[in-house]
């Protein structure tokens, strides 16, 4: 038992050297990528679109409660409530717009950038593969990392451009 234990002691250092690690930065090589900028284009289209619907639905409600308050004075108290319960509901309406032009952009994000974050990840797959790496980490999340550590980042943008 024990020329066992000292055997596997003996080779620990030999297997541990044999491990190669690397790290990457994805957030530079999403920066790098075209598909990205393009993404952030159409994300920043719809909601310059979201934004100008709202301002013009804020609008509208701004004109009718001026003008509410300019003739409440000569409004039965029935037409008072009407309207008072029309500029609530437009209030309403608007948050609620608002609520769902977040959705809807969240959702769009995620859409755009899902086969975005998966060609990115196929592609350190294959640098790893390619490199016999163990582990390749991102860049900044590690608490310490040796000096036999490798950074792949352009090693994977340059695996992105061979994959179009």
Excluded: H
């Excluded at 190669?20 to 289209?45: R, Y």
């Excluded at 319960?85 to 309403?92: D, R, V």
């Excluded at 790893?128 to 608490?143: R, V």
């Amino acid at each position: 038992m024990k020329k066992l234990f000292l055997m596997l002691m003996l080779c620990a250092p030999m297997v541990m050297s044999a491990q190669k690690f690397g790290k990457v930065n994805t957030q530079a090589v999403m920066q790098a990528m075209p598909e990205v900028a393009k993404a952030n284009g159409d994300l920043q289209a719809l909601q310059k679109q979201y934004e100008n619907d709202l301002k013009s639905m804020q609008d509208e409600l701004t004109r009718k409660s001026q003008e509410y308050d300019k003739t409440k004075a000569t409004m039965n108290a029935t037409k008072q409530q009407e309207t008072e319960t029309e500029l609530q509901t437009m209030y309403q309406k608007i948050q609620q717009t608002y609520q769902d032009n977040q959705q809807t952009l969240s959702k769009k994000s995620n859409e755009l950038m899902e086969p975005i974050i998966t060609k990115i990840r196929n592609a350190i797959q294959a640098v790893g593969k390619a490199g016999a790496y163990t582990s390749i980490f991102e860049d900044g999340s590690i608490l310490y990392l040796g000096d036999t550590v490798k950074d792949l980042t352009a090693d994977v943008k340059t695996q992105l451009t061979k994959m179009k």
